[in-house]
């Protein structure tokens, strides 16, 4: 049965988009959605949407299903984050010295150095131990003065050598260098060189030379 110029057909409507049968019994044929309306829907151009019961159009896609499974893909992390979390986790004695325990150890023998120094300041107790210590095990010495004017001197060698060798240890610290061996050799070169001048008073006192000619001639 063909259609009247009323626009109603028998024929049921292949397009999407079921309307109800009216009163005679004739199926509406609805106007295919313009291209428009169509993108409006997000669905594919000139893939309508299936209805209940029928089979979806090759190539549609169902744009709630479509949105879901982008936003369930793994999204690769920032390339700035990644770069800025390992500096903020290195420790400071990381940036300092070969290694954590370099640095530890060269601070460590600095502090040791720098109370020695400090002792040595002390000239009068420092005179005073010495001759002590040599007059109970030698002799008395005959002009005990002259070792404060030793100790001075000696006090002066420490303070020099330690200066630079806390400047040295520095330097190679901030450049990330094995460091520690260096307050060991300082430590080495102080107490050589501030024990010449203690030395020096002492084999020279004549009541000391005195007794070391006993002993070597054995009176």
């Known amino acids: 049965m063909s259609g009247g110029t009323d626009g109603w057909s028998a024929v049921p409507a292949r397009e999407p988009g079921h309307v109800a049968d009216t009163a005679d019994g004739l199926e509406a044929r609805r106007t295919p959605a313009t291209s428009a309306a169509g993108a409006q829907d997000g669905r594919v151009h000139g893939r309508p949407a299936p209805q209940y019961g029928e089979y979806a159009p090759e190539g549609w896609v169902n744009p709630v299903v479509e949105h879901e499974r982008r936003e369930q893909q793994p999204r690769s992390p920032e390339p700035a984050a990644a770069t800025e979390a390992p500096a903020r986790a290195t420790p400071a004695a990381g940036r300092f010295g070969a ?121």
Not at 166 to 193: D, E, M, N
């Open 99 to 219: 290694s954590p325990l370099d640095f530890v150890l060269t601070v460590g023998l600095l502090v040791i150095g720098l109370w020695s120094v400090i002792e040595s300041l002390s000239v009068g107790t420092t005179a005073s131990t010495i001759r002590t210590v040599v007059e109970q095990q030698y002799t008395d010495l005959s002009n005990p003065a002259a070792l404060s004017s030793a100790v001075l001197v000696r006090a002066v060698v420490l303070v020099v050598v330690f200066v630079f060798v806390a400047w040295w240890s520095i330097r190679r610290l901030r450049t990330r260098r094995w460091t520690f061996w260096v307050p060991l050799v300082g430590g080495v070169v102080a107490t050589v060189l501030g024990m010449v001048p203690v030395m020096v008073v002492i084999f020279q006192d004549p009541q000391f030379a005195a007794y070391l000619q006993r002993m070597a001639t054995g009176g």
